[in-house]
């Protein structure tokens, strides 16, 4: 009987038949870099709140507890707004500043048109 690995990544399942062959897939997952994404959460306020994160989905749970952000500490429940994959740490930083720094009207504007599948560059200056 033959020893069998299973190795899951979001996506994928892959099959690893040996020792050797699974420390080679770990190794090489470690080595991929973070897609970074931007997300926009609304508080119970109103107000927007942009932040960068590489797990949207935890980063919002952080917030929802309470943990995270100082100034979304008691201002849930927070409704996600907004979320895209940037690519590098450093891309998604840029953008952040850059939309942080937009009056609500731009930011609206950029969200509408991220969904209606529009260019967003011009909206956003880095």
């Not at 997300?39 to 590489?54: A, D």
């Not at 609206?108 to 880095?126: D, I, M, P, Q």
Request: with cysteine; net charge positive; aromatic share 8%.
């Amino acid at each position: 009987m033959s020893n069998c690995f299973c190795l899951a990544r979001k996506g994928e399942v892959l099959t690893i038949n040996n020792q050797k062959s699974l420390n080679n897939e770990l190794s090489n997952s470690k080595n991929k870099p973070a897609i970074w994404s931007l997300y926009i959460v609304q508080t119970r306020f109103g107000h927007w709140y942009t932040g960068i994160t590489v797990d949207v989905a935890r980063r919002i749970a952080t917030h929802q507890a309470g943990k995270g952000a100082k100034n979304l500490k008691g201002k849930g429940p927070l409704v996600l707004i907004h979320q895209q994959q940037v690519g590098t740490k450093s891309d998604a930083s840029k953008l952040e500043y850059a939309i942080k720094k937009l009056p609500r009207a731009k930011k609206e504007a950029y969200v509408a048109a991220f969904k209606g599948g529009l260019n967003t560059t011009g909206l956003v200056r880095s």
